[in-house]
């Protein structure tokens, strides 16, 4: 099976722009999340998404949104960019069987985004 | 809230040495404990789980780790250095399926020829 894939893997991007990356999860896996990764706050949660809906979501501003699709894609959307919002951003997939397992996620390689 | 205390930002070893790694996490409920490695410029990779069952719990790569509950605590080890060891590894917790993985800070290995 193909991994966990994100496009693009590098963006550079001024302040006030937007971006949206995007994940394609494994093939059969129906959560994604996705997490910001920075030197100085490690890895934190921003959401994740089961069957098109949003089920978890991290401490984030509104400025960062994201949705999912029919086929498990997801997206995830940074509006009017900050210089603090450059970071490696990681997606990760798992089946999203619910109740209380302990399923692996599987990452992406991340998409490095470096605002200017 | 759970939460994850990796202790040690980084630890350095020489190869063919015993490698140890500390996670401490706390958690109102039995927990679900990851370790994962990340290489430079990559995703990150699982190298081993505990969920239920047996407390030593074998990972890829040679790795295991120990499942203390009096001791809140999953250490990583290795018994012997690899050169390709050198990473940054990240202990991680999650108390149900609904809920999101709780990262610890991380540790960088290096590893000393």
């Known amino acids: 099976k193909a991994g966990v894939t994100q496009t693009p893997r590098y963006l550079i991007k001024t302040r006030g722009q937007q971006v949206t990356l995007s994940c394609s999860p494994i093939?059969?896996?129906?959560?994604v999340s996705w997490y910001q990764q920075t030197p100085g706050q490690g890895l934190q949660f921003l959401f994740e998404?089961?069957?098109?809906?949003?089920?978890n979501k991290g401490n984030f501003p509104g400025r960062f949104s994201g949705r999912q699709f029919s086929n498990s894609r997801s997206e995830m959307n940074v509006s009017t960019l900050e210089l603090g919002d450059s970071a490696l951003y990681l997606c990760a997939s798992s089946l999203g069987t619910s109740g209380r397992t302990g399923e692996t996620q599987y990452f992406g390689p991340g998409t490095r985004l470096l605002v200017l | 809230a759970q939460s994850v205390t990796q202790l040690g930002s980084h630890v350095s070893v020489s190869e063919g040495a015993l490698v140890l790694l500390r996670c401490n996490y706390s958690s109102s409920v039995p927990p679900y404990l990851f370790w994962y490695v990340q290489y430079p410029n990559q995703g990150l990779q699982l190298l081993l789980k505990y969920t239920t069952g047996a407390t030593l719990v074998k990972g890829i790569n040679g790795f295991e780790a120990e499942f203390k509950k009096s001791e809140t605590s999953f250490h990583l080890t290795k018994p012997s250095a690899h050169m390709s060891d050198a990473a940054e590894y990240f202990c991680a917790v999650k108390n149900s399926g609904n809920t999101p993985l709780v990262f610890g800070k991380g540790t960088r290995l290096s590893v000393i020829a």
């Open positions: 093939s059969g896996h129906r959560s």
């Open positions: 998404y089961f069957s098109e809906t949003q089920r």
